[in-house]
T-cell receptor
Framework: TQLLEQSPQFLSIQEGENLTVYCNSS?????LQWYRQEPGEGPVLLVT?????EVKKLKRLTFQFGDARKDSSLHITAAQPGDTGLYLC???????????FGDGTTLTVKP | GAGVSQSPRYKVAKRGQDVALRCDPI?????LFWYQQALGQGPEFLTY????????KSGLPSDRFFAERPEGSVSTLKIQRTQQEDSAVYLC???????????FGPGTRLTVT
């Protein structure tokens, strides 16, 4: 079983601040997905990264895949209350269709 | 179009009761996944269907858990003789093909008392 660590587990910040959350493992991933989950809802896919060193931007969110494809980060610029939620990373180590999720970072952005 | 729907949204069961959780995937989606999400944790894979075939059930925690998708559309996750440790949110996801984006339903929150 791969060990997948997301950090920090909890993060509470003020509106307008920047933040970075991390997803780390000792395993190499073929690809990695980031999801956001709001209370009472299922996860919603934000992005998929495939290539080592890849950087993808989605408005104020910047996703980076590590060069060795073992880790990833999500940076949010000028956080807003609407960014509040559980951020989950889900790497894939094989060509299986299922996703393996980390335990996530719970982000709270206070107005 | 409609997304993935799940019913019931909330279920309270007494220990030892059987429960059945329903998932209606997006129309035409071939792949269907079930996940279990305990409080404060990420979703954990339970089982996967491609059409009506159950291709992977490696995540089912015990033989009390059973899933079916007889016509390749709606799926039911059944838990027999529920235990307190079965309390969790059960998420269903569907995708148009095996490695495509998964669309999740809102989940069923099961509480076993």
């Amino acid at each position: 079983t791969q060990l997948l660590e997301q950090s920090p587990q909890f993060l509470s910040i003020q509106e307008g601040e920047n933040l970075t959350v991390y997803c780390n493992s000792s395993s190499v991933f073929s690809s990695l997905q980031w999801y956001r989950q709001e209370p009472g809802e299922g996860p919603v896919l934000l992005v998929t990264v495939v290539t080592g060193g890849e950087v993808k931007k989605l408005k104020r969110l910047t996703f980076q895949f590590g060069d060795a494809r073992k880790d990833s980060s999500l940076h949010i610029t000028a956080a807003q209350p609407g960014d509040t939620g559980l951020y989950l990373c889900a790497p894939r180590t094989t060509n299986a269709g299922k996703s393996t999720f980390g335990d996530g970072t719970t982000l709270t952005v206070k107005p | 179009g409609a997304g993935v729907s799940q019913s019931p949204r909330y279920k309270v069961a007494k220990r030892g009761q059987d429960v059945a959780l329903r998932c209606d995937p997006i129309s035409g989606h071939v792949s269907l996944f079930w996940y279990q999400q305990a409080l404060g944790q990420g979703p954990e894979f339970l089982t996967y269907f491609q059409n009506e075939a159950q291709l992977d059930k490696s995540g089912l925690p015990s033989d009390r858990f059973f899933a079916e998708r007889p016509e390749g559309s709606v799926s039911t996750l059944k838990i027999q003789r529920t235990q307190q440790e079965d309390s969790a949110v059960y998420l269903c996801a569907s995708s148009s093909r095996t490695f495509a984006e998964q669309y999740f339903g809102p989940g069923t929150r099961l509480t076993v008392t």
